[in-house]
């Protein structure tokens, strides 16, 4: 049971370029969540969704733009990367049972913009 | 606004020392409480939560948090480390749901290393 993929793990970007970011579940789940970690601010919401074909902006959206086709994939997509956005990527998911539900989060994908 | 404070960036022990680490939330309403560690080049896995009842909860790997409400506090406390416990930690709050999806509000957490 792999749990929470994220690909890929690392990435360079040079300012301008454009990327997408894939995190896969295999837990059924129905919520998934992409954050943002940079160092002394912990983890922020970028984009959640509670469902297949449903997006929702969470704190921090600007410049960013994700898609859920399928229930299983969570695209996060930067179309015009910027030097701001160097940070650690984490997808979560959990599933639909309110706030007892436990967030299961991916390994993380380090983004940087030179 | 709900709001998580780890007052202490980063912390040292001696391994087979006792370890505290602290959390302190602001939110209007029951908190769920969470802690999370990041060991290095890993996502995050859950330690332990508070959902309600006993205000001492046991977690994975030894770990232990005490929820004070008088204090909104939420502690994690190990009596004696080891040195696979050098990891970031993080606190979390559960605030109200969001079209029914959890939204996690994080404190800017808490780097720990062991000495041998």
């Known amino acids: 049971n792999a749990g929470v993929t994220q690909t890929p793990k690392f990435r360079v970007l040079k300012t301008g370029q454009s990327m997408t970011l894939l995190c896969a579940q295999d837990?059924?789940?129905?919520?998934m969540y992409w954050y943002r970690q940079d160092p002394g601010m912990g983890l922020r919401l970028i984009h959640y969704?509670?469902?297949?074909?449903?997006?929702a902006k969470g704190e921090v959206p600007d410049g960013y733009n994700v898609s859920r086709l399928k229930k299983q994939n969570f695209l996060l997509g930067l179309e015009s990367a910027a030097p701001s956005q160097t940070s650690v990527y984490f997808c979560?998911?959990?599933?639909?049972?309110?706030?007892?539900?436990?967030?299961?989060f991916g390994q993380g994908t380090r983004l940087t913009v030179v | 606004a709900q709001s998580v404070t780890q007052p202490d960036i980063h912390i040292t022990v001696s391994e087979g020392a006792s370890l505290e680490l602290r959390c302190n939330y602001s939110?209007?309403?029951?908190?769920?409480l969470f802690w999370y560690v990041q060991s290095p080049g890993q996502g995050l896995q859950l330690l332990l939560k508070?959902?309600?009842?006993?205000?001492l909860v046991q977690g994975i790997k030894g770990f232990e948090a005490e929820f004070k409400r008088s204090q909104s506090s939420f502690n994690l406390r190990k009596p004696s480390v080891h040195w696979s416990d050098a990891a970031e930690y993080f606190c979390?709050?559960?605030?109200?749901?969001?079209?029914?999806?959890?939204?996690?509000?994080f404190g800017q957490g808490t780097r720990l290393t062991i000495n041998p």
């Open positions: 979560a998911s959990s599933y639909k049972g309110g706030r007892r539900t436990e967030a299961f």
């Open positions: 837990m059924n789940h129905e919520y």
């Open positions: 969704s509670v469902g297949e074909g449903t997006t």
């Open positions: 939110y209007g309403a029951t908190p769920y």
């Open positions: 508070y959902f309600s009842g006993d205000t």
């Open positions: 979390a709050v559960g605030p109200s749901l969001i079209q029914g999806a959890q939204k996690l509000v």
